[in-house]
């Protein structure tokens, strides 16, 4: 099933603001577990045939609300320096990744049937690191692109936030900093 894209107003926008309103209302009353799409159908006072077309299951509508919870407001910091920037980020990220809403996000885009849910979820992470990626350039920094930044920082940060026993901490992001940076000198 497809994800159907809602218009950036209007009564479509109406309906995903209620039902997101709906999910967070019920997250504060009751464990994650014991939601339903039909109760938050109810909570948000439509069918729950909107839900299923819209997201196609319920991780897919959990991970939507979790990653509006944690798309950041402003840009990253620019600290002068490509190596700055993503020190700087990479803090941020670690966090948001280690949070009770990252880390569902992160298992919802896993459980989700609608294929383009995990895509979407990595969305704000692309926009970040290009962001930093194009200052770098505009400064004259050599830059590694941007799949090499995400094989080399966001894939192991998630594979170790899932699966891993403890958050990554400050020592595993400079060891990915390093080697994804091509300064490594182990």
Same mark, same amino acid.
């Given at each position: &099933?497809?994800?159907?894209?809602a218009?950036?107003?209007g009564?479509?926008?109406r *309906? ?6 709906a ?8 464990p994650? @577990?014991?939601?339903?799409?039909p109760?938050?159908a109810a909570?948000a006072?439509?069918?729950p ?5 819209r ?5 897919s509508?959990?991970a939507?609300?979790?990653?509006c919870?944690?798309?950041?407001d402003e ?7 490509l190596?700055?920037?993503? @020190?700087?980020?990479?803090e ?7 949070s009770t809403? $990252?880390?569902? &996000?992160?298992?919802d885009?896993?459980?989700a ?10 969305e ?13 350039h505009?400064?004259?920094e050599?830059?590694?692109?941007l !799949? *090499?930044l995400? !094989?080399g ?11 891993g ?5 400050e020592?595993?992001c400079?060891?990915?900093l390093?080697?994804t940076? $091509?300064? !490594?000198t182990r």
């Amino acid at each position: &099933m497809t994800q159907k894209q809602a218009r950036p107003g209007g009564r479509s926008a109406r *309906v995903q603001q209620a039902i997101h309103d709906a999910v967070l209302a019920l997250l504060e009353e009751q464990p994650r @577990e014991s939601l339903t799409v039909p109760l938050i159908a109810a909570r948000a006072g439509v069918t729950p045939s909107t839900l299923y077309r819209r997201w196609g299951n319920l991780p897919s509508l959990l991970a939507d609300v979790d990653l509006c919870r944690l798309r950041p407001d402003e840009p990253p910091d620019d600290t002068g320096s490509l190596r700055g920037d993503l @020190e700087r980020w990479l803090e941020r990220y670690v966090d948001d990744l280690a949070s009770t809403p $990252g880390q569902a &996000m992160l298992r919802d885009a896993l459980a989700a049937t609608d294929p383009g849910c995990a895509v979407r979820c990595t969305e704000p992470t692309r926009e970040r690191l290009e962001l930093l990626l194009e200052r770098a350039h505009s400064r004259g920094e050599a830059a590694p692109s941007l !799949d *090499v930044l995400l !094989d080399g920082l966001v894939a192991p940060l998630i594979y170790r936030t899932l699966f891993g026993a403890e958050r990554p901490d400050e020592q595993l992001c400079q060891r990915l900093l390093a080697q994804t940076l $091509g300064t !490594d000198t182990r």
